[in-house]
């Protein structure tokens, strides 16, 4: 096998047969000079010298070989080169006594010699060995002192050119070695600068005419080198009018012979669009003749793309896709920036989704983040062009609707997001609701600069949310100090909390059948130093909104734990806890710490649980119910049928009690009701499921005779007790426990039916409605949606006639009205509006 290295390292050339040839050749002319055939002497010398170097070859490759030693390779030599070149010697001297022109014998023997050197190239030592034995050959036919002397002198002369030249060849050989080295590390910084795709080469000669491109570079292009040779550099430029200008660039350092650096051109790709960076220089010949350009290319593509990439994230949501808060902020900014003031008028709808918080919670984030998502697509199409929708980060979202917009346009607008919004997601497999609220703002009505806007529109978006949630406000003027009330509230409640000013109060729960009081239920109350008592519909969304819930709900806990304790074995005690609570993992374990604290059985302890634990229904929550029931207590639903849930849920959650709420109460014994059948299922489904059943908000004895004969087993309501502080209830308890039903016998005074299309003034916004039914003390009006209660509103009639009422209760489209002033009937018993006729303006006096 060959060793590997430097082939003028080997004493011995590959191709030793062609001084074989070269030996015949001058042996056949020397013959035709003699015109005769040499001696046998001659013709031995002869041959054996061209058979030796004819098996040259072999030599060489045994010398190749990796063990063949150094006193091997000297042994070769010598048979290879010094022993032929001695006989060809040999045979030309003999040849000369033999009739050979001594003038044609050294003519021969010089062109043996100029041909060995010319095979043996470098190689001094074989040529020196070569050269002196083929005139040795002479010396052996003329023995004497003078030939040896001659001989020696040649040797040494030879011995001392060879030194020299083999100096000489040693300096080529290192300075031709480094020469390669640069050339093949320059070649493997080229090579990989191309494989690694971080750029490519180019040539083109005089006449601009590319004479060279890279592989990968006519690759991008589709096509080969051959196609790209002998085109114009600008060939490979895109024509179109993004790199025009490159291409006049290149042009220009074309014709007046100057370097370029990095000029971006897009490629002329037939796939997907590529960006290059151009780099290149005039080359000059020897004479300073101009011979072209010569430059590299460097592809710019994902630096492009993570340009725009970074572009998007500066402007767009990286989540949702949508325009982000500075792209929306960009684009309110230049509405109102507008120099007419038509086109400055536009309104911005400020959105927040309503228990986003919990989904987070429950199932985690990745699962919020693939919410959010659904969430954009669905705000994309509610607004279907309409206008520019947007995240502002977390679960806000704005929509900006440029031009005058008429308000019934943008009401109709925000009801469809809400609703499109509060339809079930499908998340991981599992069915999420959640709602959204919407603040409304106008322009320039509300504000001509985008601060006031956006705090106007966040004004109206505390407020829808304060309305209850899952409704639409516009801004208003009041809604400033609404802000400020909230916030000063916050504060207060804070105080209240360390302070342990809030207190409970305790409602009892009554036995239907033998009317004995079994239980109460803890509510949280609050007695405001300034305010006086505030309502929980007041303070409780402020603090689940401020994080203040779970704190209360503890609390609260303790509390009736405390209090439970010095009550009779036999009573019971419900405590409400909120979906945050029930989120929360350490639930369990704080009831259990209560119970345990308190020395109270947990059999005497009811959870009261709303429906909204159920929107997020997964693993978690069936483990909290597990949980709980392992503790020992017991569990009511609250507020049955309000909620968004089906009813799947109680095939398995392990519910002791249904609480019927008191808006299915309300009304029940109307004439043409259907709450009386709702009560009568709900009743019926608890029997099947074995559970028990109270009727929330019983005020009259109409509603407590009916509860009790559809078959409510127990009642809670002002019909036998109000809320009462815990001593009252402690005193309530030492007695017999025997509940004396007291209270009107009906709910209301009749009302008349009717139809009648009547305008609603509510925050400066005139709203077309329908009066479906009204009585001295108040109507049902339909059309007006989510109206939050306690809102003052105005109906008008006509253009003369007007009366002013208050919301009391708000349902989807219909709201009930308590006017400030009871009406006054008219003779024949109506209440003013009879087949659409209006009674003289003095029947209206005192609404």
Known sequence: MEEPGNEQSYFLPRHSGKMAVCLLGAYALAAGVTQSLPSVTTAIAAILSVILFACGSLFARAERTADTSGWLRLLMVLIAIVVPMACAGYAMAHWVSEGLPWQWAIATLVCFNAAAAALFEVRIISLFCAKIASWGGFALLMPSTLTVAALSGAAITLA????????????????????????????????????????????????????????????????????????????????????????????FHHSARSAFHDVEVLAATE?????????????????????????????????????????????????????????????????????????????????????FKNVNDTLGHPAGDALLKQVAQRL??????????????GDEFQVLVPGHQDRAALGHLAREIIVSLSQPYSIEGQS??????????????????????????????????????????????????????????????????????????????????????VGFEALMRWEHPKRGWLSPAKFVPIAEDAGLIDRMGQWALRTACADLATWPASIRCAVNVSALQFANPELPNIVANALVHSGVAPSRLELEITESVFLNDNA????????????????????????????????????????????????????????????????????????????????????????????????????????????????????????????????????????RRVMVVHNGDRINATLRNISESGAMIEGLWNMPPGSPVRIEFDADRSVTAQVRWSRENRVGLEFYAPLKRRADGAYGVLKGDFLPGSVWQGW
């Open 160 to 251: 001392l050119i060879a030194r020299l030249e083999w100096r000489a060849a040693e300096r080529r050989r290192f300075a031709r070695e480094a020469r390669e080295r640069v050339a093949a590390r320059a070649e493997d910084i080229l090579r990989s600068f191309e494989e690694t795709g971080q750029g490519w080469f180019w040539e083109t000669d005089r006449r601009g005419l590319i004479t060279y491109i890279s592989p990968k570079a006519a690759l991008a292009l589709g096509k080969t080198i051959e196609d790209v040779c002998g085109n114009p550099l600008s060939g490979i430029v895109d024509p179109n009018a993004e790199s025009a200008e490159a291409e006049r660039t290149l042009a």
């Open 380 to 393: 994309e199409r509610a607004i279907d062009g309409a206008g520019r929708c947007g995240r502002l980060g």
């Open 620 to 755: 978690g929550t069936d483990a909290m119910f597990k949980a709980l029931k392992r503790v020992g207590v017991r569990l009511a639903l609250d507020d049955f049928g309000t909620g968004y849930s089906s009813l799947g849920y109680l095939k398995k959650a392990p519910f002791d009690k249904i609480k019927i709420d008191r808006s299915f109460v309300q009304g029940a014994t109307e004439t043409g009701s259907r709450n009386g059948a709702i009560i009568a299922s709900i009743t019926s489904l608890a029997e099947a499921l074995h559970m028990d059943t109270t009727a929330e908000g019983v005020e009259t004895l109409d509603e407590l005779e009916l509860v009790r004969l559809l078959g409510c087993s127990h009642v809670q309501g002002h019909v036998y007790f109000k809320p009462m502080s815990a001593a009252d209830a402690t005193t309530l308890v030492a007695g017999n426990l025997v509940a004396q039903a007291d209270g009107p016998q009906s709910a209301r005074a009749p009302r008349q039916n009717l139809l």
């Open 432 to 517: 999420v609701i959640i709602g959204a609220s919407v603040g409304i703002a106008l322009a320039p009505e509300h504000g001509s600069t985008s601060d006031e806007l956006i705090r106007n529109v966040d004004l109206a978006l505390y407020a829808a949310k304060d309305a209850g949630r899952g409704v639409f406000r516009f801004y208003a003027e009041d809604l400033h100090a609404a802000a400020e009330e909230r916030a000063e509230l916050e504060q207060d409640l804070r105080e209240a909390i360390a302070k342990g000013e809030l207190q409970l109060y305790y409602q009892p729960v009554v036995f239907a059948a033998t009317e004995k009081i």
């Open 271 to 355: 796939g997907d669009e590529r960006w290059w960076a151009l780099t290149g220089r005039p080359v000059y010949d020897g004479f300073k003749n101009f011979c072209g350009f010569r430059g590299h290319g460097i592809d710019l593509t994902e630096k492009r793309r993570s340009e725009q990439q970074v572009s998007r994230l500066a402007h767009y949501d990286s989540l949702t896709g949508l325009a982000n808060r500075v792209q929306m902020g960009q684009a309110l900014e230049q509405i109102l920036a507008a120099p007419s003031g038509r086109e400055r008028a536009c309104a911005v709808l400020m959105l927040d989704l309503d228990r």
